[in-house]
């Protein structure tokens, strides 16, 4: 029997931006973009146009830089908005006009304060209007979850009446249940009298840990679209994680037949980037492409991978894009070495790039006896190419005790943003509650900015004494969140390396 084919429509520019605290930069959002075209999905959402012109900005942007991919933008049912998003994507070799309106009786009663005939009539009205500016319109019947069956079969009707290309049935508060979602689906194909020629969509949030089975489940009835996103990011407890719908059709493509254009051994590195920039971190017994996903830790599941990897492995770590590999790095690895990890482990950097992180190797294999691949991961995601580098520590001496009062003395070196690259040199000292505080208050004095820290924390990043720590923080500064990392064996440095990462991404020069 010929495959069908299932359209990969990733979110994570959209919903994925919606997690508490994941809002991105212009220049990281068209980092994800350009890997999310790497990774094979066939629609890239980009973002909310009307919601604010940093969305509008990076819609647009993403629309004129990622070529290959349809590049979609969200947005309600009224003209404004619909205008507004066209104006982003328009610049898109493939645009595609998202428009939602929600159709619960919930929904409409309390918050749209509307009558089904009134959101019948404001559905056909904005898809006849998104048609009338672009050839790809997609319709989301926002808690379809949740909707009386009548009322959705007649709205998924009328829009394709007026040239809906795709309708999309959101579970948008994650409250179905596989079987039951499937059945929806089942329903709509069969009681939608023009639906043949339609792509049916899905779009699972995951409140009760359901996101990808509901997926799977539609799929199995028909749905040839599905939204989700890397690592499972979104609005609350997420959507359905895009990693483990493609790899489930893989694994169980006896069973589920249907073909998709993403190319999995990208799938490691696209998750560690959305995570890095998100600063989501990726929990270890995550499904596909979590640390220990791929770990064995019993004695006979360990014996039985040896006598036959299939016993307790059901894909290839190198399928997902997780290199193999048990040679340590230390102090006398080679750039030959170095390099061909960093590329191992999934990341395409530049030879101006890769010489500052190999020098940063070095300094940390004088430091530390083995140099283990998280130990890399670290490094690599601590130096990222769009952050500039307008603040770098130079010099930190902290005191602290059971007797004394922590103090910190640091100096910094300011680039400033002329022709002759010319910087300058600062130094403070300050006490605080501890030696981290007293850093962060002598930074503060050279910096000279409000800045508040609002979330901080620190973790080993790989085994033994010698162990580097890991610091993630946020600071807010003028309203905004900022995201910061440092990696050091020294949890102080690592501690002010996080600091002002942060800050360098809050200046604008
Ligand atoms: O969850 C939801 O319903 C959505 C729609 C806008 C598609 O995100
Ligand atoms: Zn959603």
């Known amino acids: 029997m010929k495959k069908d084919n299932v359209i990969f429509f990733d979110t994570t520019l959209r919903d994925g931006e919606q997690s508490p605290?994941?809002?991105m930069n212009l220049s990281e959002k068209l980092l994800i973009a350009k890997?999310?075209?790497a990774l094979g999905v066939d629609v890239i959402e980009a973002g909310f146009p009307i919601s604010s012109i940093g969305d509008f900005e990076a819609v647009k942007s993403?629309?004129?830089?990622i070529k290959t991919v349809s590049i979609a933008g969200l947005c309600r049912a009224t003209e404004k908005d619909i205008k507004t998003c066209w104006s982003a994507v328009k610049y898109s070799k493939k645009p595609r006009i998202h428009i939602f309106l929600a159709t619960s009786d919930l929904h409409m009663e309390k918050k749209l304060k509307k009558t089904r005939a009134q959101v019948l009539d404001m559905a056909v009205k904005a898809v006849k209007h998104g048609k009338s500016l672009c050839k790809d319109v997609e319709f989301s019947a926002e808690d379809a979850g949740r909707s009386d069956m009548g009322f959705l079969c007649k709205i998924v009707e009328a829009v394709i009446d007026v040239g809906a290309n795709t309708v999309n049935i959101p579970d948008t508060v994650g409250y179905t249940t596989p079987v039951e979602f499937g059945g929806k689906i089942a329903e709509i194909k069969k009681k939608v009298p023009n639906i043949n020629g339609t792509i049916i969509s899905v779009h699972c949030h995951n409140d009760l840990g359901l996101a990808v089975a509901n997926s799977l489940?539609?799929?199995?009835?028909g749905a040839r679209q599905v939204e989700c996103t890397i690592n499972g990011?979104?609005?609350r407890?997420?959507?359905a994680a895009l990693e483990e719908l493609a790899m489930a059709l893989n694994v169980r493509s006896h069973y589920y037949n249907i073909k998709h254009s993403i190319k999995t051994n990208e799938l490691c590195s696209t998750?560690?980037?959305v995570s890095k920039l998100t600063g989501i971190p990726i929990q270890a017994n995550k499904a596909v492409v979590g640390a220990n996903a791929f770990s064995h830790e019993s004695g006979i599941h360990q014996d039985g991978i040896l006598k036959a990897r299939e016993t307790y492995e059901i894909m290839n770590p190198s399928d997902v894009g997780i290199p193999e590999s048990s040679l340590v790095l230390g102090k006398h690895s080679g750039r030959h070495a170095f390099f061909k990890r960093v590329k191992d482990l999934g990341y395409k950097l530049n030879s101006k790039i890769l010489e500052q992180l190999f020098e940063k190797f070095k300094i940390l294999a004088d430091k530390k006896k083995t140099v283990f691949n998280d130990d890399i991961i670290a490094l690599l995601e601590e130096s990222s190419s769009s952050d500039k580098e307008i603040f770098i520590l130079k010099y930190l001496s902290t005191t602290a005790g059971t007797a004394t009062i922590p103090t910190a003395t640091v100096k910094i070196l300011k680039n400033k943003n002329d022709k002759e690259q010319k910087c300058e040199i600062f130094q403070e000292a300050a006490c605080g509650s501890g030696p981290v505080d007293a850093a962060y208050k002598a930074i503060d004095k050279i910096v000279n900015m409000d800045i508040k820290l609002v979330d901080f924390s620190l973790k080993s990043v790989?085994?033994?004494e010698d162990a580097l720590g890991e610091v993630i923080l946020k600071i807010q500064y003028d309203g905004k969140i900022y995201l910061g990392k440092g990696t050091s064996t020294d949890i102080i440095e690592a501690s002010a390396k996080a600091y002002i990462q942060a800050i360098n991404k809050s200046v604008e020069f």
């Not at 993403?62 to 830089?65: F, G, L, V």
């Not at 489940?217 to 009835?221: G, L, Q, R, T």
Request: glycine letters at 14%; proline letters at 0%; aromatic letters at 0%.
């Open 462 to 464: 790989s085994s033994g």
């Open 237 to 239: 407890a997420g959507n």
């Open 62 to 65: 993403i629309s004129q830089q």
């Open 35 to 37: 890997q999310l075209a």
């Open 271 to 273: 998750s560690k980037l």
């Open 233 to 235: 990011i979104g609005e």
């Open 217 to 221: 489940s539609a799929i199995e009835n």
């Open 21 to 23: 605290g994941a809002s």
